[in-house]
C-alpha cells in the first residue's frame, strides 16, 4: 500500500510538471502563439506550425499520465457514492486531452467549423461541465473536512465561471490566461485526491472498507 500511495503522488506531480512544460514550451516553439490570448488547444491547431508534433508530443503524453494517476488511484482513494461518480468524471480530463490531439481545433479555434472543430467543441463542452460536476461530487468524499469540501465546491462553480467568461468576444484578449486559470484549479483538485483523498500509508484502507467497526463484546 505504501509504495501505491507513493506511484500516486508521483503520477500526480509528473501530470502536473509535465501539462506545465508542454503549455510553456509549445508557447515558445509556436510562432505568434501567446499564453495569455491563445487558448492551448491552439497549439496543434488544423494547419499551424508544430501542430501534429504538439499533438502527438504533447496532448497524448499528458492525457495518458492523467489516466494512469487516475488508474492508480482507484483502488485507494476513499470515495464512495456520488464521490466515487466524481472520481469516475475526472475521466473527462485525459479524454479532452488525447481527443485535442485526435480532433484538433481550426486555427483560431472558433465555434463550428470543420467536421474536426465541431467534434472538438463537443468535446470541450461535454468535458468542461463533467470536470465542473467531478470537482463538486468529490467534496462528498468520506474523511474530508469541511474546508476542503468547501474549495472543491468552490472549484467547481470558479472552472464552469472561467470556461463561460473565456467564450466571451470581448474577453478574447485574455481567454487564454482564463483557461490556464481554470488549469490550475484542475492541478490543485489533482493534489487534493493525492494527498487528501488518499491516505497515507499508516491509515491507508481500500476505498471500499468503509465498514462500521462492530461493538466492543459483541459475537
Known sequence: ????????????????????????TGAALKPGYLQVTHFISELNATGTPWAMELGLFGFVPLGALFAAFLVAASPIAHVRGISRIGFWLLWSQPIIFIGAA?????????IGGSPSQVAHDFLGLT??????????????????????????VVAGCMWLTLFALMLQPELAHIRGLLQRLADTLLAAVIV????RMVPGAAS???????????LRGSA
Not at 470536470?131 to 468547501?150: D, I, Q, Y
Open 1 to 24: 500500500m505504501k509504495s501505491r500511495v507513493r506511484i500516486v503522488r508521483l503520477l500526480a506531480v509528473a501530470t502536473i510538471c509535465f501539462g506545465a512544460l508542454f503549455y510553456t
Open 102 to 110: 485526435l480532433a484538433p481545433c481550426d486555427a483560431g479555434c472558433p
Open 127 to 152: 468535458t468542461y461541465f463533467a470536470c465542473a460536476l467531478a470537482f463538486v461530487l468529490l467534496a462528498f468524499s468520506p474523511g474530508l473536512t469541511a474546508r476542503w469540501r468547501v474549495l472543491l
Open 192 to 195: 487534493i485526491v493525492a494527498w
Open 204 to 214: 491507508s484502507a481500500p476505498n471500499n472498507s468503509f465498514k462500521p467497526k462492530p
